[in-house]
């Protein structure tokens, strides 16, 4: 180390080593400077020493973790555009994606000569570890690997020493960001309003649903903070949770209609689209990934299993590192998982299933009553103690915020006539987002999957001063086809209500017993 020693150069005097009454007065002086000037240099090595140690814990952090691979040090998760690291396969998780902006054929921004006048967000929970069931299932999956593997091919060594380490149902780190930037988002994009407006806040009461309405407020928060125009007081917003017990209505968790739920005749159309699709497209992937993991002899359903270890491991990081798992599978392949995760939403929840939208009928209503500002009519989901008091469903509120779960979701947007227009989805040949009228689960219920629902007063050009009401997802604009929208995607407010007849009549609830 001598290029350290070089930084120190000299000595200390011969004569520091006597006792210090032995000393004369301009010795000690130049003996106290000396010791003054040795210990500035020792802290001057300790502060290197310390960089040194960072820098070596950033290096590890931007690799995967198996191979020492080099990962370029990105901030992957932005407020504007969500997740843009690796998005050539990050983008192709299905639900397990984390949100990321959607390419809009119309520009989202808010036309010009357009003034504001009400926004609603409805967003998913953000990233969040697997369900309990999920969980026990990858740890039998792993340990079945390390047992009987007879080797690991090249680019797989890693399982072999890899150690699950993934929690059950909770946000991770990840996903809270994810929420705190989304409240940032509606904010700032929002700003005309939210200077002036405070929003209602509303969420279903499982955790991970209330932990992220929670931090989407503290994103808020911080962007009101940040505005010099607003005089608004910074204090926290409060949320109205709504129970998802078994048997009481709620919006923004289904469960009530037992032919949909688990056991009813329209339960397993879902499974059923995506069974047909795994035998066509797993095959192959499954036949190299076993000749790669002799001896292990994986099904096609454990191969599901095995990319799903993707997304999950890469949101357990804080900044979102792509997980190894993630390499074992090519940029074609994520496609098709993406394509089998997004069967699964479509004839699961979805306008596929016959009573799917039926379950976003509800909520949609409440939309209308917001939107016009009168009480809610509404026999299905929706709770009716909550929604007839002014404390729990105020209708006087510029800006709204619910917070639910991808399936609640799924049936909003059929209940919103949103995809009513898209042919349905081939369950044997993958089709494109683009060609599916923007219909993937990446595109759509992502972790931390947000849709817009904006009203306009617009002006000159662009308008003739009636209202205007406009639908994002995910930042895409989306046309509803139960109306005539224009070329920015916005449909007058009475034509829009009234193209919402499906859940203005209470949509197939009558079948739900059937």
Request: proline letters at 6%.
């Amino acid at each position: 180390m001598d290029w350290i020693r070089s930084l120190f150069p000299g000595g200390r005097p011969e004569y520091t080593s006597l006792p210090e009454d032995e000393l004369s007065a301009g010795q000690r002086r130049v003996f106290r400077e000396h010791e003054h000037k040795r210990k500035l240099r020792l802290l001057i090595v300790a502060m290197f020493v310390t960089i040194l140690a960072i820098l070596g814990l950033l290096f590890i952090q931007a690799t995967d973790g198996s191979n020492g691979r080099p990962r370029r040090l990105r901030k992957c998760d932005t407020p504007d555009l969500g997740f843009q690291c690796d998005a050539n396969i990050s983008h192709s998780w299905g639900q397990y994606s984390p949100y990321f902006a959607v390419p809009s054929e119309i520009d989202p921004a808010i036309p010009q000569d357009c003034e504001l006048t009400f926004a609603q967000v409805l967003s998913r929970h953000g990233a969040r570890d697997p369900t309990l069931g999920k969980s026990v299932q990858y740890i039998y999956l792993v340990n079945r690997i390390q047992e009987n593997a007879e080797r690991y091919g090249s680019g797989f060594e890693f399982l072999k020493t890899y150690k699950f380490g993934l929690g059950a149902d909770q946000l991770t780190l990840f996903g809270e960001r994810q929420m705190v930037n989304s409240g940032l988002q509606f904010y700032n994009r929002y700003q005309s309003l939210a200077s002036k407006s405070v929003p209602f806040v509303r969420a279903s009461d499982q955790n991970r649903v209330v932990v992220s309405a929670k931090n989407w407020t503290q994103g808020y928060n911080t962007a009101l903070k940040k505005d010099e125009s607003s005089n608004l007081p910074h204090k926290p917003l409060p949320i109205l949770e709504i129970s998802e017990a078994k048997g009481l209505n709620n919006t923004l968790s289904h469960g009530l209609c037992d032919a949909f739920e688990k056991g009813g005749k329209y339960s397993e159309v879902g499974d059923s689209a995506q069974a047909t699709y795994l035998a066509t497209f797993a095959p192959p992937i499954n036949a190299r990934i076993n000749a790669n993991l002799p001896g292990v002899n994986l099904t096609n359903e454990d191969l599901i299993s095995l990319m799903d270890l993707c997304p999950f491991n890469t949101v357990a990081s804080p900044t979102g590192v792509l997980s190894p798992f993630c390499d074992l599978f090519t940029e074609e392949e994520w496609k098709l998982y993406d394509y089998y995760e997004s069967l699964g939403k479509y004839y699961g929840y979805g306008p596929g299933n016959p009573l799917g939208p039926t379950q976003g009928v509800g909520w949609v209503n409440e939309l209308i009553a917001r939107l016009t500002r009168r009480p809610v009519e509404d026999h299905t989901t929706t709770n009716s103690t909550l929604d007839e008091s002014p404390e729990t469903f105020p209708l006087d509120r510029e800006l709204y915020a619910d917070f639910s779960h991808d399936n609640d979701m799924m049936g909003i947007l059929g209940a919103l006539g949103v995809y009513n227009g898209v042919k349905p989805l081939n369950n044997n040949t993958r089709q494109e987002p683009e060609d599916a009228g923007g219909f993937s689960a990446a595109w759509t219920v992502a972790f931390a999957a947000r849709i817009y629902v904006e009203k306009m007063v617009c002006r000159g050009t662009k308008g003739n001063g009636e209202e205007l009401v406009r639908i994002l997802v995910n930042g895409r604009v989306v046309k509803p086809h139960n109306c005539e929208a224009d070329d920015f995607g916005r449909c007058n407010l009475d034509q829009f209500v009234e193209g919402l007849e499906f859940a203005r009549k209470g949509g197939k609830w009558g079948e739900c017993w059937a």
